[in-house]
Nanobody, 124 residues
Framework: QVQLVESGGGLVQAGGSLRLSCAAS????????MGWFRQAPGKEREFVAS????????NLQDAMKGRFTISRDNAKNTVYLQMNSLKPEDTAVYYC?????????????????WGQGTQVTVSS
Protein backbone atom coordinates (compact mmCIF):
# COMPACT_ATOMS: atom_id res chain seq x y z
CA GLN A 1 0.00 0.00 0.00
CA VAL A 2 1.26 3.44 -0.93
CA GLN A 3 -0.21 6.72 0.18
CA LEU A 4 0.57 9.84 -1.80
CA VAL A 5 0.24 13.44 -0.67
CA GLU A 6 0.76 16.30 -3.10
CA SER A 7 1.74 19.82 -2.11
CA GLY A 8 3.06 23.00 -3.66
CA GLY A 9 0.08 24.10 -5.67
CA GLY A 10 -1.27 27.63 -5.61
CA LEU A 11 -2.00 30.77 -7.56
CA VAL A 12 0.69 32.15 -9.84
CA GLN A 13 0.82 34.66 -12.65
CA ALA A 14 1.47 33.60 -16.21
CA GLY A 15 5.18 33.16 -16.78
CA GLY A 16 5.77 32.18 -13.17
CA SER A 17 6.98 28.93 -11.63
CA LEU A 18 5.82 26.37 -9.11
CA ARG A 19 7.33 23.19 -7.79
CA LEU A 20 4.95 20.44 -6.84
CA SER A 21 5.96 17.72 -4.44
CA CYS A 22 4.46 14.32 -3.86
CA ALA A 23 5.41 12.54 -0.66
CA ALA A 24 4.91 8.79 -0.55
CA SER A 25 4.52 6.53 2.43
CA UNK A 26 6.07 3.09 2.59
CA UNK A 27 9.52 1.63 2.34
CA UNK A 28 9.33 0.51 -1.28
CA UNK A 29 9.06 3.88 -2.98
CA UNK A 30 12.02 3.11 -5.22
CA UNK A 31 10.18 0.15 -6.71
CA UNK A 32 7.42 2.36 -8.13
CA UNK A 33 7.39 4.42 -11.26
CA MET A 34 5.77 7.76 -10.58
CA GLY A 35 3.61 9.95 -12.73
CA TRP A 36 2.00 13.36 -12.71
CA PHE A 37 -1.40 13.90 -14.28
CA ARG A 38 -3.72 16.87 -14.34
CA GLN A 39 -7.40 17.55 -14.79
CA ALA A 40 -8.88 20.88 -15.74
CA PRO A 41 -12.56 21.69 -15.17
CA GLY A 42 -14.74 19.97 -17.75
CA LYS A 43 -11.83 18.05 -19.22
CA GLU A 44 -10.50 14.54 -18.92
CA ARG A 45 -7.49 13.72 -16.82
CA GLU A 46 -4.33 14.00 -18.92
CA PHE A 47 -0.76 12.83 -18.62
CA VAL A 48 1.89 15.34 -17.66
CA ALA A 49 5.09 13.46 -16.86
CA SER A 50 6.46 10.16 -15.58
CA UNK A 51 9.70 8.89 -14.13
CA UNK A 52 11.03 5.36 -13.77
CA UNK A 53 11.91 3.57 -10.56
CA UNK A 54 15.36 5.06 -10.17
CA UNK A 55 14.82 8.18 -12.22
CA UNK A 56 16.80 7.06 -15.24
CA UNK A 57 13.93 7.45 -17.67
CA UNK A 58 11.52 10.34 -17.85
CA ASN A 59 8.65 11.17 -20.15
CA LEU A 60 6.87 14.46 -20.67
CA GLN A 61 3.82 15.39 -22.64
CA ASP A 62 4.96 17.35 -25.67
CA ALA A 63 3.20 20.53 -24.54
CA MET A 64 5.28 20.53 -21.35
CA LYS A 65 8.69 19.85 -22.84
CA GLY A 66 11.08 22.67 -22.13
CA ARG A 67 8.87 24.02 -19.34
CA PHE A 68 8.29 21.15 -16.90
CA THR A 69 10.77 18.78 -15.29
CA ILE A 70 10.05 15.66 -13.28
CA SER A 71 12.51 14.31 -10.75
CA ARG A 72 12.57 12.10 -7.70
CA ASP A 73 14.51 11.68 -4.50
CA ASN A 74 14.17 8.09 -3.34
CA ALA A 75 15.90 8.86 -0.05
CA LYS A 76 13.05 11.26 0.72
CA ASN A 77 10.28 9.19 -0.86
CA THR A 78 9.36 12.23 -2.90
CA VAL A 79 8.73 13.02 -6.54
CA TYR A 80 8.77 16.58 -7.86
CA LEU A 81 7.32 18.47 -10.77
CA GLN A 82 9.10 21.72 -11.53
CA MET A 83 6.88 23.91 -13.66
CA ASN A 84 8.28 27.01 -15.35
CA SER A 85 6.83 29.50 -17.82
CA LEU A 86 3.35 28.65 -16.65
CA LYS A 87 0.39 29.48 -18.84
CA PRO A 88 -3.28 29.96 -17.99
CA GLU A 89 -4.02 26.68 -19.79
CA ASP A 90 -1.89 24.89 -17.19
CA THR A 91 -4.61 25.60 -14.64
CA ALA A 92 -5.80 22.26 -13.27
CA VAL A 93 -5.74 19.92 -10.33
CA TYR A 94 -2.45 18.05 -10.45
CA TYR A 95 -2.26 14.46 -9.24
CA CYS A 96 0.66 12.20 -8.61
CA UNK A 97 0.37 8.47 -9.05
CA UNK A 98 2.44 5.35 -8.43
CA UNK A 99 2.84 2.30 -10.63
CA UNK A 100 4.56 -1.05 -10.23
CA UNK A 101 5.36 -0.92 -13.94
CA UNK A 102 8.56 0.95 -14.65
CA UNK A 103 7.37 1.78 -18.15
CA UNK A 104 3.92 2.95 -17.10
CA UNK A 105 4.40 6.28 -18.79
CA UNK A 106 1.13 7.88 -19.81
CA UNK A 107 -1.01 4.77 -19.32
CA UNK A 108 -3.40 5.76 -16.55
CA UNK A 109 -4.66 2.22 -15.97
CA UNK A 110 -1.17 1.08 -14.93
CA UNK A 111 -1.13 3.37 -11.93
CA UNK A 112 -2.50 1.76 -8.79
CA UNK A 113 -2.18 4.57 -6.30
CA TRP A 114 -3.25 8.18 -6.59
CA GLY A 115 -2.98 11.25 -4.44
CA GLN A 116 -5.85 13.62 -3.78
CA GLY A 117 -4.44 16.36 -5.95
CA THR A 118 -3.24 19.91 -5.58
CA GLN A 119 -4.77 22.90 -7.32
CA VAL A 120 -2.65 25.00 -9.66
CA THR A 121 -4.16 28.23 -10.93
CA VAL A 122 -2.34 30.41 -13.44
CA SER A 123 -3.71 33.90 -13.94
CA SER A 124 -3.25 35.85 -17.14
Amino acid sequence: QVQLVESGGGLVQAGGSLRLSCAASGRTFNSYAMGWFRQAPGKEREFVASISWRGGNTNLQDAMKGRFTISRDNAKNTVYLQMNSLKPEDTAVYYCAASRFSGAGATTSLYSYWGQGTQVTVSS
